[in-house]
């Protein structure tokens, strides 16, 4: 270390040397090149300045007494920099503790997640969810109960980053801890309400989407909390619907008012669940219309659903310059026999 | 070398009298100039908080000698304390971290003296008041 040092300084002689005989532009150049390697070294702003004014002094012995006391002043105000700069330091490492934190923390949230989409004998079901950033304010789940009906719930957190993914994971071990008999639309939501409004702090509000397929008689039950309409989409009438419940934000109130909805699903019909974040994408026109996710989604529906989804996020995506400014999640189940 | 100054702090006299104090006893125990102003820095530091949060309190300047052990040398160096009867720092642990610093920018207060120094002990009682230990080893 010692060494080294001795090393650098007797560098930084000759090149300071150098530079004032000849004073062109490669002296400069080597200057440049020898910064590098004090910061490469952690040589602080002080010491350099104590190089520099050791250098001078060997190299003119006759320096007017003022320059080189005002050295002295100056390595006063450099002690300052040093400082700053061992802190700025200091920061960088702590930031890169936290960014590796967060992933483990990211990577424990997707295990929150769905582990595989649910296979049906008459749907077919595509997913994507996508973080705007590591972690996710935006929620889905699928139950299949013994009768073989499928339950899918989507949720968005309002807030994102860590406070929205530990208020998924209650979430997440409400719906798993509700006995069957709970699993109905309106009495799932009106279960989540009451944990949420007792264990969520006040300025935090989800809302959700849950609805149950009965592939017995091809039907879709389903309840609303205050959450982004889905769309329906009718292959008799090659037309499509909005898919809206009516019914407060999850956590406001204690006695919410939830309404159980009825749709028949026929064959070639497909229910589409999506959070805010598909509809709010921003471009630089603005703010897209549902309509666009509309026009979208027509524009792949010959595809199996999986690729719908995959090819509308890709769109949207790409008209946002490929920076989500919220999570995004698309879900779409489409009867095929 | 039994030579110990001791500074009284009340006034921003003072801090300058505990610079100078320090400064000196650092060139004659045989520290460079980067490490004088690095002392220096220190010094100013601990008495600005005694100034500004106690009103009033002393900085002790003393050289230090360490006897051999196996895993350092004899070594020799410079300690400060900087102590005062004010309120006391009510969580110590905010104070040493940073970014915290409610008097400066970036690097200042304790946690900037700590990396000027080699040692840094700190103890508070709120209500009693503080003493801050410092040492710096010459390389």
Same mark, same amino acid.
Request: net charge negative; charged share 25%.
């Given at each position: 270390?010692?060494?080294?040092?001795?090393?650098? +300084?007797?560098?930084?002689?000759?090149?300071?040397?150098?530079?004032?005989?000849?004073?062109?532009?490669?002296?400069?150049?080597?200057?440049?090149? @020898?910064?590098?390697? !004090?910061?490469?070294?952690?040589?602080?702003?002080?010491?350099?300045?104590?190089?520099?004014?050791?250098?001078?002094?060997?190299?003119?012995?006759?320096?007017?007494?003022?320059?080189?006391?005002?050295?002295?002043?100056?390595?006063?105000?450099? /002690?300052?920099?040093?400082?700053?700069?061992?802190?700025?330091?200091?920061?960088?490492?702590?930031?890169?503790?936290?960014?590796?934190?967060?992933?483990?923390?990211?990577?424990?949230?997707?295990?929150?997640?769905?582990?595989?989409?649910?296979?049906?004998?008459?749907?077919? &079901?595509?997913?994507?969810?996508?973080?705007?950033?590591?972690?996710?304010?935006?929620?889905?789940?699928?139950?299949?109960?013994?009768?073989?009906?499928?339950? /899918?719930? &989507?949720?968005?957190?309002?807030?994102?980053?860590?406070?929205?993914?530990?208020?998924?994971?209650? &979430?997440?071990?409400?719906?798993?801890?509700?006995?069957?008999?709970?699993?109905?639309?309106?009495?799932?939501?009106?279960?989540?309400?009451?944990? !949420?409004?007792?264990?969520?702090?006040?300025?935090?509000?989800?809302?959700?989407?849950?609805?149950?397929?009965?592939?017995?008689?091809?039907?879709?039950?389903?309840?609303?909390?205050?959450?982004?309409?889905?769309?329906?989409?009718?292959?008799?009438?090659?037309? @499509?619907?909005?898919?809206?419940?009516?019914?407060?934000?999850?956590?406001?109130?204690?006695?919410?008012?939830?309404?159980?909805? +009825?749709?028949?699903?026929?064959?070639?019909?497909?229910?589409?669940?999506?959070?805010?974040?598909?509809?709010?994408? @921003?471009?630089?026109?603005?703010?897209?219309?549902?309509?666009?996710? !509309?026009?979208?989604?027509?524009?792949?529906?010959?595809?199996?659903?999986?690729?719908?989804?995959?090819? !509308?996020?890709?769109?949207?995506?790409?008209?946002?310059? @490929?920076?989500?400014?919220?999570?995004?999640?698309?879900?779409?189940?489409?009867?095929? /026999? | #070398?039994?030579?110990?100054?001791?500074?009284?702090?009340?006034?921003?006299?003072?801090?300058?009298?505990?610079?100078?104090?320090?400064?000196?006893?650092?060139?004659?125990?045989?520290?460079?100039?980067?490490?004088?102003?690095?002392?220096?820095?220190?010094?100013?530091?601990?008495?600005? =908080?005694?100034?500004?949060?106690?009103?009033?309190?002393?900085?002790? #300047?003393?050289?230090?000698?360490?006897?051999?052990?196996?895993?350092?040398?004899?070594?020799?160096?410079?300690?400060?304390?900087?102590?005062?009867?004010?309120?006391?720092?009510? =969580?110590?642990?905010?104070? #040493?971290?940073?970014?915290?610093? $409610?008097?400066?920018?970036?690097?200042?207060?304790?946690?900037?003296?700590?990396?000027? #120094?080699?040692?840094?002990?700190?103890?508070? $009682?709120?209500?009693?008041? $503080?003493?801050?230990?410092?040492?710096?080893?010459?390389?």
């Amino acid at each position: 270390m010692a060494n080294s040092y001795a090393i650098l +300084k007797e560098r930084y002689a000759k090149i300071l040397n150098k530079y004032l005989q000849e004073k062109n532009e490669i002296g400069l150049y080597h200057a440049q090149q @020898f910064s590098k390697k !004090v910061l490469e070294d952690q040589i602080s702003p002080e010491e350099m300045v104590s190089i520099h004014a050791e250098t001078l002094t060997k190299l003119c012995p006759d320096l007017p007494a003022e320059l080189t006391d005002s050295f002295d002043f100056l390595m006063e105000i450099m /002690v300052a920099y040093g400082m700053a700069y061992r802190e700025h330091q200091s920061l960088i490492d702590k930031q890169k503790e936290f960014e590796s934190e967060m992933n483990v923390a990211a990577s424990m949230q997707q295990t929150l997640l769905p582990a595989e989409i649910p296979s049906t004998e008459s749907l077919d &079901i595509g997913v994507v969810n996508i973080p705007a950033s590591k972690m996710s304010g935006d929620y889905y789940h699928f139950v299949k109960d013994e009768h073989g009906n499928l339950g /899918v719930a &989507i949720a968005d957190i309002i807030g994102k980053g860590v406070p929205a993914a530990l208020c998924m994971s209650m &979430i997440k071990y409400a719906m798993d801890s509700l006995p069957e008999q709970r699993l109905q639309p309106v009495a799932l939501l009106e279960s989540l309400n009451r944990v !949420v409004e007792q264990n969520v702090a006040s300025d935090m509000f989800i809302t959700m989407m849950y609805g149950s397929y009965d592939p017995r008689e091809h039907c879709f039950y389903y309840s609303g909390a205050g959450h982004e309409p889905g769309f329906y989409y009718e292959a008799e009438t090659d037309e @499509f619907h909005e898919l809206y419940a009516k019914g407060i934000v999850l956590g406001i109130t204690r006695e919410p008012l939830f309404k159980e909805y +009825k749709k028949k699903v026929n064959v070639g019909d497909f229910i589409v669940l999506l959070t805010d974040g598909v509809t709010e994408c @921003f471009t630089d026109d603005g703010f897209i219309e549902r309509e666009e996710v !509309v026009r979208l989604i027509r524009q792949y529906q010959h595809l199996p659903a999986q690729q719908i989804v995959e090819n !509308v996020f890709y769109e949207l995506e790409k008209a946002q310059g @490929f920076q989500l400014r919220d999570d995004f999640t698309l879900i779409i189940l489409k009867r095929e /026999v | #070398m039994s030579i110990q100054s001791n500074v009284e702090v009340r006034t921003e006299w003072g801090i300058v009298s505990a610079r100078q104090a320090g400064r000196s006893l650092a060139k004659k125990i045989g520290f460079e100039s980067v490490d004088q102003s690095r002392i220096t820095t220190a010094i100013s530091e601990l008495a600005r =908080n005694i100034y500004l949060y106690a009103g009033i309190g002393e900085i002790i #300047m003393e050289p230090v000698e360490q006897e051999a052990t196996p895993s350092s040398p004899y070594r020799r160096g410079i300690r400060i304390i900087a102590r005062d009867k004010g309120p006391g720092i009510h =969580n110590i642990r905010e104070v #040493m971290e940073d970014g915290f610093t $409610t008097s400066g920018g970036l690097g200042a207060g304790l946690p900037g003296v700590k990396r000027l #120094m080699d040692e840094f002990e700190i103890e508070s $009682t709120v209500g009693e008041g $503080t003493e801050v230990r410092v040492i710096k080893w010459l390389r």
